[in-house]
């Protein structure tokens, strides 16, 4: 009847445990090393906690500079913006 599975047969009682604890190290393993999110996630406008002030000084500077290249903002805006930002 067990020709095959006769090694095992001691571990046959543990067999649901083993199933939970080996589910649970793998979500754990992948919670763990999900990649960073970017310094602001789309709409909220808030750093996460993986971002540095001078990265996301950068990118603000970035998005202002571009802002400013396309048309959309004037020239008082701009310079008004980027003195806000520390640049």
């Known amino acids: ?24 190290l793998v979500v754990v393993l992948l919670v763990r090393h999900r990649p960073v999110p970017l310094a602001y996630p789309a709409g909220t406008g808030t750093p996460t906690p993986g971002s540095s002030p001078a990265m996301a000084r950068s990118e603000a500077l970035a998005i202002l500079e571009s802002r400013y290249a396309r048309g959309e903002i004037q020239r008082d805006e701009y310079l008004q913006k980027k003195t806000d930002l520390g640049g």
């Open 1 to 24: 009847m067990f020709h095959g599975f006769w090694p095992f047969w001691l571990f046959w009682p543990f067999h649901g445990l083993l199933t939970l604890l080996l589910v649970v």
